[in-house]
C-alpha cells in the first residue's frame, strides 16, 4: 500500500527565516512526488514534481530513495508562502496505482511577519 | 483557456437520497479523477476515468461511482447518502492517464447530508 506522511500539520516561521515541509512516504517500486499548494480561496495547485527537478517560487524538494523522502525547502521564506502545502505520491508507469494521487495529511504553513 | 469547472458548488441533500456532481475538464484533457476531502480523512482518491473508461477505484464502498463522457466530461453519483459523506468533493484533469502528469483540480463541490 502506498501512504504519504506528513508529521507538521502546522508549521509557523518569520520572513526571511528558512522553512523545511517535511514529507515521508511507502511505495514499493518507483513513485513519482509531488507538492500541491494550496493558498486561501484557490483551488489546489500543483507546485513541483521531482522529476522536474526545478525551483518554483524558490522551493526545492529532492526526492531521497533511501531515506523515502521529499522534503520542500525554501531558504527565504516570504508572507505570500503562508499557504497548507499537500505531499502526493502517485504510481509509476505499469503499476496498480498509475494515475492515482496519494496525499498526505498537509502543512499550513504561516509567515509571520 | 478555461479551467476544471464543477457543478453545484454546495448541495445540502438529506440521509437516504443521492445525489450526482459534474466536472467538466480542461479542453482537451482525457483524465478525470475524483477525489474526497474530509478534515478527518484529507484527501482521498475515489476514481479516476480516462477516454470513459474508469482506469483506477479508491477504497470506496459501492454507493460511490461515476461515469464518463465521449466529451470527457465525468459525473460523480453518490446514493443513499450518510451523514459521513458530507465532505468537498474535488474533480482534477489531466492531459493522460497517470504518471507525473500534472493534476488540474477544480474548486470543488460541497455537499452537507443532513
Known amino acids: 500500500a502506498q501512504r504519504v506522511t506528513q508529521p507538521e500539520k502546522l508549521l509557523s516561521v518569520f520572513k526571511g527565516a528558512p522553512v523545511e515541509l517535511k514529507c515521508n512516504y511507502s511505495?514499493?517500486?518507483?513513485?513519482?512526488l509531488f507538492w500541491y499548494v494550496q493558498y486561501s480561496r484557490q483551488r489546489l495547485q500543483l507546485l513541483l514534481r521531482h522529476i522536474s527537478r526545478e525551483s518554483i517560487k524558490g522551493f526545492t524538494a529532492d526526492l531521497n530513495k533511501g531515506e523515502t523522502s521529499f522534503h520542500l525547502k525554501k531558504p527565504f521564506a516570504q508572507e505570500e508562502d503562508s499557504a497548507m502545502y499537500y505531499c502526493a505520491l502517485s504510481g509509476g508507469a505499469g503499476g496498480t496505482s498509475y494515475g492515482k494521487l496519494t496525499f498526505g495529511q498537509g502543512t499550513i504553513l504561516t509567515v509571520h511577519p | 483557456k478555461a479551467g476544471v469547472t464543477q457543478t453545484p458548488r454546495y448541495l445540502i441533500k438529506t440521509r437516504g437520497q443521492q445525489v450526482t456532481l459534474s466536472c467538466s475538464p480542461i479542453?482537451?484533457?482525457?483524465?478525470v479523477s475524483w477525489y474526497q476531502q474530509t478534515p478527518g480523512q484529507g484527501l482521498q482518491f475515489l476514481f479516476e476515468?480516462?477516454?470513459?473508461?474508469?482506469?483506477n477505484k479508491g477504497n470506496f464502498p459501492g454507493r460511490f461511482s461515476g461515469r464518463q463522457f465521449s466529451n470527457s466530461r465525468s459525473e460523480m453519483n453518490v446514493s443513499t447518502l450518510e451523514l459521513g459523506d458530507s465532505a468537498l468533493y474535488l474533480c482534477?484533469?489531466?492531459?493522460?492517464?497517470?504518471?507525473?502528469?500534472?493534476?488540474?483540480f477544480g474548486q470543488g463541490t460541497r455537499l452537507t447530508v443532513v
Open positions: 479542453s482537451g484533457h482525457r483524465s
Open positions: 511505495y514499493s517500486g518507483s513513485p513519482e
Open positions: 476515468y480516462f477516454s470513459e473508461t474508469q482506469r
Open positions: 482534477a484533469s489531466r492531459s493522460r492517464t497517470g504518471g507525473n502528469t500534472e493534476a488540474f
